[in-house]
Every structure is written in C-alpha cells, then in structure tokens.
C-alpha cells in the first residue's frame, strides 16, 4: 500500500515523536508530512525519511513561536494534496487528523489526545499555570470556535486508534467516535536494571504548567530529600525560584545522562495527568518504582503497591504521603521490568498492524487516477 505519515509539527522530539518513529518502522517507505520540521533535532536514523512540511514552514520565529499557528493548522494540513495514497495514518494531538482525503483512501488516525486545551474547563489555567478567571471572553470565545473545529475534523478520520484507555475515553465524550487501544512502543532495551540505587529521586519531564512538576518541587522542599529534575521548558525559570537547597534543577540531559539518572534513582516522580507517559514505563524497565497522580495514563503502566504508588489528589500533601508511604513498601524491581515488558516496541507492532488489519475494509473503493485493483494490505 501507499502510505502517507501525518504529523502535528516536528520541532520537539518526545513522545509522540517516537511513535511516528515506530509507525515509520512499519511503513518504511511512507511519506511524512508535517506542519514545521527543525531536522537538528531529529534522531540521525530520520535522516533519510521523505520528510515534507507545509507553507508554515516559511513563516519567521514560526519553529519558537508554533502555539501561535493554531489557526492556520487546520488549513495548512487541508492544503495537502493525498489523493494518490491507499493508506493514510495521521499521529495526532493537534490538527494533523484535518487533512482531507479522498473516499478510496483509508485514514486512520493515532490519537495521542484529542486537542488538550480546547477540552478543559479552563484553558487559561492550563496554558499558563495560573488560577485566571474563567470569564476570559477572548480566550473562551477562541476555545468555543476550536472546539467546534476540532469536533468537525474528526469526522474526516474513518478510524481511530487511541494510546491508552483513558485517551480512548477522552474520544468517546468529546468527539463521540469509538477507538481501539494500542499502547506506544517502548524501548525497554535500552533500559536495565542496577544494583546500585543513589538516594535521590527523579523527576523527568518538560517544564510546562500542565505536567505539574511544580507540585514535585513544593512537596520535596517539605519533605527535605533530594529531588533530581531533568527537563527544559517554559516553567523552568519558576521551578528554579521554588527550589530549596535540596531541589537539583539540572536542565536538558542526553539519553546516557537519563539512563543513568533512571536505573539509580530511589523512584520516578510523576505528578501530571498524562494521556499515556512514556516515562514511567521507562523507569520502571530500569526496575524503579514510579510515584505517580493516580489518574489518567498512570493507572494503566504503574501497578498500584507492586510496581509504585498512586497518589489520589494532584497536591502536594498527597505527594508528601505517598512517598513516605513507599519507605515500608519493598518493592521487587523485576516486577517492575515485566511490567514495562508489557509496553514494548514489539508488542506496538504486534497490536498496531493487528488493529490495522481489523479496520482496513476487504476491497476499498480506489480513490481518482488509481487502479481498481484491491491493494494488498498488510
């Protein structure tokens, strides 16, 4: 088949990026098409990928400044011109699902969450960090209009694939559609556990108001033990003026660095209510322990009182008891390592062409200037 890749914009590589990496290993002849591309900070196996970017690409400040191109996105993916490819998979977060396509073409869309700010109650909070009222009438009145975008676009889409319960959840509410599960492929090989564990924790994760880590730094600074955190982002500057002497704010890291920091850690801080989270299934290959908010991705990778703790309130007084609470646990780190086992890039290969042949029609309609012949799917 003819495959055509979709991605919201490749400026960052995190998670969703390796998912697009893994889907790529599938259909290692697909075309990528992207929003915004900054090949600097691809892994260096992309670069031979027939990447292509749409206009924005042209745009000034466009690769530091993206939040601002929401609402020419959705045109932007609109303008791409599929009409010759069998397949098309779209890893979505944004607006990438937007593309069009035509009837003989099946599209199939990797939703890592459908658009996070436009769906909570309060999008302000959420973008800054900040308790704002919720009568920000241009703020509101923006959501009100992406929201319905966003509802529309998803009737482009003629099957969902969603990385974890919760986000297939989050489909069935807000757009009202059905999905399958398929958990992202992690590389639990390049993880192992040691015999050596240093007595600090970790905290790993980019620095953004929505991923919590500020309730990390305010219980740690309570509890007095030493916090490692490892990251870079828009809320860094803050989380350096909350830390106390005991609070170790290092910044970026490279993969050697975090390896390490995983496998010797007392256990991985996980604050956030993420829609899956790579990280946690990584420390725990590493045979570390996860202290994680007991809601959303967390409640499906970490095994409550086997291989971590789940905290029932996203404070920091929760945080506080929990970690305290994992001091009489003792935690088996080989349960922890099979556990990720469950996560790893096989078993995404296995489920994701597993589900692909379930939702692929037997004999597809052949869109315009294509054979009529049936094509062979995977």
Known sequence: ???????????????????????????????????????????????????????LQRLPLVKKHHQLLLPLLV???????????????????????????????????????????????????MLSGKCKSRGNFLLNLMMHWIRLWDYASA????????????????????????????????????????DEIDDYYLLLSRLTPYKRTDLAVEAFNRLNRRLIVIGSGSHEKTLR???????????????????????????????????????????????????????????ETVIDGETGVLFPEQTADSLCDAVLSMDSMNLDPSDARRNAERFSIQAFRDSFISTLNQVLPKEPEPSAGRSKEPAAYV
């Open 155 to 194: 009737a482009r889409v003629d099957h969902f694939v969603a990385n974890s319960k919760h986000v297939r959840a989050r489909i069935k509410k807000h757009y009202r559609r059905d999905a399958s599960v398929v958990y992202p492929g992690v590389d639990t090989q390049r993880f192992s556990v040691s």
């Open 1 to 55: 088949m003819k495959t055509a890749l979709i991605h919201d914009r490749l400026n960052v590589y995190a998670g969703s990026e390796k998912v697009l990496g893994h889907l790529h290993d599938l259909f290692p002849d697909s075309t990528v098409y992207t929003s915004i591309s900054e090949p600097s900070r691809f892994p260096s196996s992309w670069k031979n990928w027939d990447i292509r970017t749409t206009g």
């Open 241 to 299: 003026k909350m830390a106390g002497p005991n609070v170790e704010i290092r910044g970026s890291a490279t993969d050697a660095e975090v390896t390490r920091a995983l496998s010797r850690c007392k256990a991985l801080i996980f604050p956030g209510e993420e829609d899956f989270g790579i990280v946690p299934v990584e420390a725990q290959a590493s045979g570390r322990p996860v202290i994680a908010y007991g809601r959303g991705g967390a409640t």
């Open 75 to 125: 045109f932007a993916f609109e303008q791409l011109e599929l009409s010759d490819y069998d397949l098309v998979i779209s890893s979505s977060h944004c607006a990438a699902k937007a593309v069009i396509t035509d009837p003989g073409t099946f599209h199939l869309c990797y939703c890592h969450t459908p658009l996070r700010f436009a769906w909570t109650p309060n999008p302000a909070q």
